[in-house]
């Protein structure tokens, strides 16, 4: 079987793996599970085109702000 099948195959629990990231430039927030895809598969911030290292964990206390 191709790698990629195995990845495929292999079942995700999303509310362990899917998480919020924000942009450390403009404060945009990332929402995984809303996106459908890690923060890693983006290149740059949708809103200030930053890379997309400078998105950082949103903590869950800055979440209810």
Sequence with gaps: MPL???ALAVPINKEESMA???CKICGYIYDEEKEGR???DIDYC???KMDQTYFVPVEEDEESD
């Design 46 to 48: 949708p809103r200030c």
């Design 20 to 22: 919020k990231f924000r």
């Design 38 to 40: 890690p923060v890693t």
């Design 4 to 6: 990629e099948m195995v």
